[in-house]
């Protein structure tokens, strides 16, 4: 597997980006990083993280610059509605031009739409929630989300104050997916208790006495890491996402009647 560059159109010009597609692969993954504003961009060692435990459990991985880094075009905004079209825009990138042979499940009698992750790291990760729920809504055709993988989102009330509240709120109103939440307990923008409960508050698959599991995970995982802060600085809080990632999407590509 080679990563290699590639440009993806969207609104007002092209976002830069890195794919690597997996040989075989019928699934497919973006992952977005933090502000460009606040120095984000596809090379942040989280991302890199997020999209090499993707890869490795057998997703083609789009890893998008946001508007205003590197040489994406544009500038990125506080409120996030640019950058969710800019989303829906490398979704059917994927699907046009990622190689992925999602047409190859026809011959089993199953949809032949492209499944995909849809994953994030701090403002990105608010960005894929609202995103996803766009994608439930039909608004990338020829597109379903499997997932969600949302790290260190900033759901808490400092961050509001330069982060608009319209991106959480967007993502309440998705179908229910099969979701992992990742924060730290020393966050500096989100508490603890706030990560677990915004998460709980996500719409996710649930049966009547309980929620629906995938293998041996439930269909919501919220993981607080500990002595992690929200630039997860050390080897043991990344290793611990990759981990986390890795055995959410080897998870997800185990649910057939999902991928």
């Known amino acids: 597997m080679v990563e ?25 993954a973006i992952v977005l990083g933090p502000h460009s504003k606040m ?36 500038s990125a905004t506080w409120g996030g509605g640019d950058e969710v079209g800019d989303v ?3 979704c059917l990138w994927l699907r046009e031009r990622g190689g992925i ?34 994608v439930t809504a039909g608004q990338a055709a020829g597109v379903s989300c499997a997932g969600t993988v949302q790290i260190a989102p900033p759901w808490g009330s ?4 330069f982060i608009s509240g319209a991106l959480y709120t967007r993502s309440l109103e998705s179908r229910p997916l ?27 698959p649930k049966e009547e006495g309980g929620s629906v599991a995938i293998g041996q995970l439930p269909p919501m995982v919220c993981k607080i890491l500990p002595r992690c802060d929200h630039f997860f600085r050390n080897a043991d809080s990344l290793q611990a996402v990759g981990v986390a990632v890795d055995e959410f999407a080897r998870a997800l590509s185990r649910d057939n009647d999902r991928l």
Do not use: H
């Open 4 to 28: 290699r560059p590639v440009r993806a159109d969207v609104a007002g010009g092209q976002l830069q980006g890195a794919y690597t597609r997996v040989d075989g692969a019928r699934r497919g």
């Open 39 to 74: 120095g984000g961009s596809m090379d942040d060692p989280v991302v890199l993280c997020c999209a090499a435990a993707l890869t490795a459990a057998g997703f083609s991985t789009l890893r998008l610059n946001p508007r205003g880094a590197g040489s994406s075009a544009g």
């Open 88 to 90: 829906l825009a490398a």
């Open 101 to 134: 042979d999602y047409e190859a499940k026809a011959s089993q009698g199953l949809p032949t739409v492209l499944p995909l992750v849809l994953a994030g790291y701090s403002m990105g990760g608010s960005i894929v929630g609202a995103a996803a729920a766009a």
């Open 158 to 161: 400092l961050a509001s104050f």
């Open 178 to 204: 099969r979701r992992l939440v990742i924060g730290g307990d020393a966050d500096q923008w989100t508490g603890a208790s706030t990560f677990q409960r915004s998460a709980a508050a996500l719409p996710y």
